[in-house]
């Protein structure tokens, strides 16, 4: 009788590390594919995210010199003498 249980208990055994001889190596490249196609798409975010900054850049360039050019002039209207009257 404990023969036949430690008979069990070993081809038990054998399927499970059969088991794990096939699933272990599927498993760890599936793992690697997925970090393949997060790296990517970490990629793809961050090139889309430079330009995305580049392009306020260039928008905001052009506002700031607007606002240069006003602080120059202290922010002051300026009047026709003839107009006012």
Known sequence: MQ???QETYLRGKKKVEMLMDKIMPVALL???GWI???VTQLKTDTAVVAQKVTENHRMLSVLWD?????KRNDH???FNGE???
Do not use: P, Q, V, Y
């Open 66 to 70: 607007d606002f240069i050019k006003e």
């Open 3 to 5: 023969e036949d249980a």
């Open 30 to 32: 599936g793992f690697l």
């Open 76 to 78: 002051l209207a300026w």
């Open 36 to 38: 393949g196609i997060e």
């Open 83 to 85: 107009t006012s009257e």
